[in-house]
């Protein structure tokens, strides 16, 4: 398997622009997990989805993201509009059991200038 | 409330050293502990695990054992490689859903 996918790996975006990142799970998982890195706050959970359904989506900032999962196999998070204090690293992460995640994908490096 | 508190990086030390770098936690229960590493550029990976008091989790020569007397869950190697350059962060999850609680990350550089 090729593990998580995720696109694009970087992206440069002016403010106000709409930006939207894409996740490719591991087949087989149900678990899927949107995370944003920034050296400030480090890893924060942003939404959680379970068998496409999304379970907790209290870790989404604010009305300008949202993240849909129209099927097993395919993930969006979108920000719009974007804002410089959104740059940040974002990753996906799925798993079997929800309580253990193994591997995360390689991450989306978004800059907001 | 649930906390993971990890010494500050960065912690360099040279190739064959031996490493250790603390966690230690907060939690009510009896949570699961985990170590994730993030090499450079790349996503995390989980690392080693461990389910309850005194397991030891062990991978890639590193090894940590779930001491609840202390709360805490230290990653030791007895030989560290340049290889081994990456950020480590210790992580628990209460085993009731999916909420990791996550350290802050200490990066580890190895020189030759």
């Known amino acids: 398997d090729a593990g998580v996918i995720q696109s694009p790996r970087h992206e440069v975006t002016e403010m106000g622009q709409e930006v939207t990142l894409r996740c490719k799970p591991i087949?087989?998982?149900?678990?899927l997990f949107w995370y944003r890195q920034t050296m400030m706050r480090g890893l924060e959970l942003l939404i959680y989805?379970?068998?496409?359904?999304?379970?907790?989506d209290s870790g989404m900032p604010e009305d300008r993201f949202s993240a849909k999962m129209p099927n097993a196999s395919f993930s969006t998070l979108k920000i719009q509009p974007s804002e410089p204090r959104d740059s940040a690293v974002y990753f996906c992460?799925?798993?079997?059991?929800?309580?253990?995640?193994?591997?995360f994908g390689p991450g989306t490096r978004l800059t907001v200038t | 409330g649930d906390s993971v508190t990890q010494m500050e990086g960065p912690v360099t030390l040279s190739e064959e050293a031996f490493l250790t770098i603390n966690c230690t936690y907060t939690?009510?229960?009896?949570?699961?502990l985990f170590w994730y590493v993030q090499y450079p550029g790349e996503g995390l990976q989980l690392l080693l695990k461990?389910?309850?008091a005194d397991d030891k989790g062990s991978n890639k020569g590193f090894e940590a054992t779930y001491r609840k007397e202390t709360t805490s869950f230290h990653l030791e190697k007895g030989s560290v490689q340049v290889s081994d350059s990456a950020v480590y962060f210790c992580?628990?999850?209460?085993?009731?859903?999916?909420?990791?609680?996550w350290g802050a990350g200490t990066k580890l550089i190895i020189k030759p």
């Open positions: 992460a799925s798993s079997l059991d929800p309580r253990e995640i193994e591997y």
């Open positions: 461990a389910t309850k």
């Open positions: 992580a628990l999850n209460r085993g009731s859903n999916y909420q990791l609680i």
């Open positions: 939690a009510t229960g009896y949570p699961s």
């Open positions: 087949s087989g998982h149900n678990s």
């Open positions: 989805f379970n068998n496409n359904v999304p379970i907790d």
